[in-house]
């Protein structure tokens, strides 16, 4: 689906990282010094951040928007509606987007929902904050986006265990003069490729779906954690998001080169690399953030800014910039507009 919504600007950006550090050399007795090297050769990534028991994704929204009430001045009674893009809600039942209306101090008025969705979802996020003010109903939109991965992670599975990272973050949408184009993309058949196939209504909990099983490579995992067909994954990625960002930058009328900043899900350091490489895009427009803290999954992209944005801002480089996240579902979303006048705090720890 391809769709341009106007008058929609995205205000600030802010993020938030749980103050557990993880380096992946420590997994080296588990796994073996050579794999573990491997890993981080292959996926740019030395360390990542990971929640203490009793944290949520929700605790990391909040604070990361408490950090755009206080340092961007926003009144939380200005707020009217919160969108809240997570896999890792607080509860089957109710939305956690109502928990933090509460929570956050909005007004009654305020309109709030869960969005299911994964490293596509920061996008598809965007998407229906603007839609919401585009229809007259708001103003301002408080969108929350983030994923605690390391909870639904087994320990001993590597194909994921130094992948993950968990951060959450706030995106002020408003009213405004920029224009934002939308290219958004689905494809179920591949659902399976990345999935917690039981504990839901489909497969609920039972005995056999909590028994710990090895796959041909050694990893272990239930039926509870989270299985990743990774090569599966990279073939999606590198087959679908060439052509979809061409389509965008043809959509919007932009040459590649005249974009600032590609801003791509942060999968891992070869998947960034060779996606721009196959689009044939200039590698200082972009940028890696993940070395330091993993594959935080539908976060990746406010993170991105949130340590990036104020330097790419002092460059120049945010006339014309891109948002694309990828992955489970599968599907896959992108976004064109300007973060010239974006306010981007760097991240706070919880």
């Not at 983030?146 to 639904?152: N, V």
């Not at 408003?174 to 917690?196: A, C, Q, R, V």
Request: proline letters at 3%.
């Amino acid at each position: 689906m391809k769709v341009r919504i106007d008058g929609v600007q995205i205000s600030s950006i802010s993020t938030c990282l749980p103050n557990k550090v993880v380096h992946c050399n420590q997994f080296s007795e588990l796994y073996g010094e050579q794999e573990v090297q491997r890993t981080i050769k292959n996926t740019g990534i030395k360390q990542f951040r990971a929640v203490e028991n009793g944290v949520c994704t929700s605790d990391l929204c909040a604070k990361a928007a408490e950090v755009i009430f206080e340092k961007g001045n926003i009144n939380p009674a200005s707020i009217d509606g919160i969108v809240f893009v997570s896999q890792t809600p607080d509860y089957i039942m109710p939305a956690t987007s109502v928990v933090l209306q509460y929570r956050l101090g909005l007004r009654n008025t305020t309109v709030a929902f869960d969005i299911n969705h994964g490293c596509s979802g920061y996008v598809y996020g965007l998407y229906q904050a603007a839609l919401l003010i585009s229809s007259g109903g708001c103003s301002r939109i408080l969108l929350l986006v983030g994923d605690t991965s390391t909870r639904i992670v087994h320990p001993q599975d590597k194909s994921t265990n130094m992948l993950f990272g968990d951060a959450g973050s706030a995106t002020l949408v408003e009213k405004g003069k920029e224009n934002i184009y939308f290219n958004l993309k689905t494809d179920g058949s591949g659902f399976k490729h990345l999935i917690i196939s039981a504990g839901g209504f489909r497969h609920p909990q039972d005995a056999e779906t909590v028994i710990e099983q090895q796959d041909e490579n050694g990893n272990l995992r239930t039926q509870h954690h989270l299985y990743m067909n990774g090569m599966e994954i990279m073939n999606f990625a590198m087959r679908e998001v060439p052509p979809m960002i061409n389509e965008l930058l043809a959509q919007c009328s932009w040459n590649k080169e005249d974009v600032g900043v590609f801003a791509l899900h942060q999968a891992n350091q070869f998947v960034v690399e060779y996606l721009a490489k196959k689009i044939k895009l200039p590698r200082t427009s972009v940028p890696i953030s993940l070395a330091y803290t993993g594959n935080t999954c539908s976060a990746s992209i406010p993170l991105l800014f949130s340590l990036e944005g104020n330097k790419l801002k002092n460059d120049g480089r945010l006339n014309r910039a891109i948002l694309c996240g990828f992955g489970i579902g599968l599907s896959w979303a992108a976004a064109a507009t300007s973060l010239v006048s974006t306010q981007f705090f760097e991240p706070v720890d919880l």
